[in-house]
């Protein structure tokens, strides 16, 4: 008990100042709009309607949780840092995203009855699939089933504490042209990470279907018949564009979870 305390008013300390009232800010919108919670890595950022991130520091529990100026009405993204979707019900990762989501849900900036996407899943396939599939010499599809199976459980457990639960599908990344960076490792070519890009939205879209969670993914139109990325659609090679709305608008989501719109 006294650990828990004591963290807390580490994490009231450390919140305090901007990010205290950037925190009030985006509760403040939340509420007033019943907007969309989108949680996951950096490309949630993608839901908050701006082609340069600004991210706001909105709280810290282990580690800096962040958010953003917002401009479209209907969204309110939170990045918790580069999570996988192999960890995501796994506590005690380098990144602690299971316990940031346990945060958010403590300090009611998620509540039951919230509509909540998350979006995970690229950093698994850029980084990791691929070097998997190779080192344990299995087939990649192998691999994608054992962090699909670890991801739904999270969702599952999401769902079972009466969120109203959807997941962006996973875009892909990184054309074999992009130069190397140690901010986002690259694991495989393009063709090779592409094809466990759409193996994953696929696969992960029919566990949803399953499990009455919504899903939406634009991942198959981010991929020219060549099985390359269609980089006008991208920021960097690995976020999206602001342009990539007019998919995103023409892709409804399954199991009827909302009608996605930017007016």
């Given at each position: 008990m006294?650990s828990v ?12 100042g901007?990010?205290g009232?950037?925190?009030?800010q985006?509760?403040?919108r ?23 991130i600004?991210s ?5 529990h282990?580690g ?8 479209l ?20 990762t380098?990144?602690?995203g299971r ?10 900036m ?11 899943g ?5 980084n990791?699939?691929?070097?998997q599939?190779?080192?344990?010499g ?9 962090v ?14 009466g ?26 070519d393009e063709?090779?990470r ?10 992960l ?5 399953k499990?009455n969670?919504?899903f939406?993914s634009?991942a198959a ?5 060549r099985?390359?990325?269609?980089q ?20 409804p989501?399954?199991?009827g979870?909302c ?5």
């Open positions: 006294r305390l004591l963290q807390d008013f580490i994490d009231y300390i450390r919140g305090k901007s990010s009232s950037a925190r009030e985006w509760v403040k939340h509420h007033a709009n019943r907007t969309i919670i989108v949680i996951g890595d950096s490309h949630s950022y993608f839901f908050s309607g701006q082609e340069v600004r706001k520091k909105m709280g810290y282990h800096v949780i962040n958010s953003s100026d917002n401009l009405p209907t969204f309110s993204p939170i990045h918790i840092g580069p999570v996988l979707a192999y960890n995501a019900n796994t506590y005690g380098k990144t602690m316990e940031k989501v346990d945060y958010l849900i403590k300090k009611q998620i509540e039951r009855g919230d509509q909540v996407m998350f979006c995970y690229e950093i698994d396939i850029r990791h699939v691929i070097r599939t190779a080192q344990q299995i087939p990649m599809e192998s691999v994608v089933d054992r699909l199976a670890n991801y739904l459980s999270f969702l599952v457990s999401m769902r079972d504490k969120l109203r639960v959807a997941c962006w599908g996973p875009t892909p990344s990184f054309p074999d042209a992009a130069i190397p960076s140690d901010a986002f490792p690259v694991h495989g063709i090779a592409n094809k466990a890009t759409l193996y994953f939205n696929e696969q879209g029919h566990l949803c279907q499990n969670i919504g939406a634009i139109k981010l991929i020219d018949d099985g390359r990325i269609r006008n659609y991208f920021v960097d090679g690995c976020h999206l564009s602001q342009k990539a709305w007019p998919l995103v608008v023409q892709e989501f399954a199991n979870w009608d996605v719109s930017c007016d």
